[in-house]
């Protein structure tokens, strides 16, 4: 069984900054487009940033850009999230999946993603 383990959250007063961290077992993550998502209480499951199998092709939502990096290592089967400027509305829990398709593009869907971690919570204080 693919296994994804987030790693990273933690508490943060505004303005600063977290690295959340996805390594994943049993599957060989680097010929798949990988994402980042969050979702805070009684909201949707949204898409923060995604980042395809070479790391040449990134999205970002809205809200989170200029302030969120998405990257990964391939050699250590990790993708990284870098927050930045961190915000109280940044406050949910963030999942990091794997796109179903090996050598797609960036797909900013939840349905495209099959493997999907246990989540890791980030809370921004004001």
């Known amino acids: 069984q693919v296994q994804l383990v987030e790693s990273g959250g933690g508490l943060v007063q505004a303005g600063g900054s977290l690295r959340l961290s996805c390594a994943a077992s049993?599957?060989?993550?680097?010929?798949?487009?990988m994402g980042w998502f969050r979702q805070a209480p009684g909201k949707e499951r949204d898409l923060v940033a995604a980042?395809?199998?070479?790391?040449?092709?990134?999205y970002y939502a809205d809200s989170v850009k200029g302030r969120f990096t998405i990257s990964r290592d391939n050699a250590k089967n990790t993708v990284y999230l870098q927050m930045n400027s961190l915000e109280p509305e940044d406050t949910a829990v963030y999942y990091c999946a794997s796109d179903k398709v090996p050598y797609g593009s960036v797909s900013t869907i939840a349905a495209a993603y099959d493997y999907w971690g246990q989540g890791t919570q980030v809370t921004v204080s004001s």
């Open positions: 049993r599957r060989t993550i680097s010929y798949y487009a």
């Open positions: 980042i395809n199998w070479s790391g040449a092709t990134t």
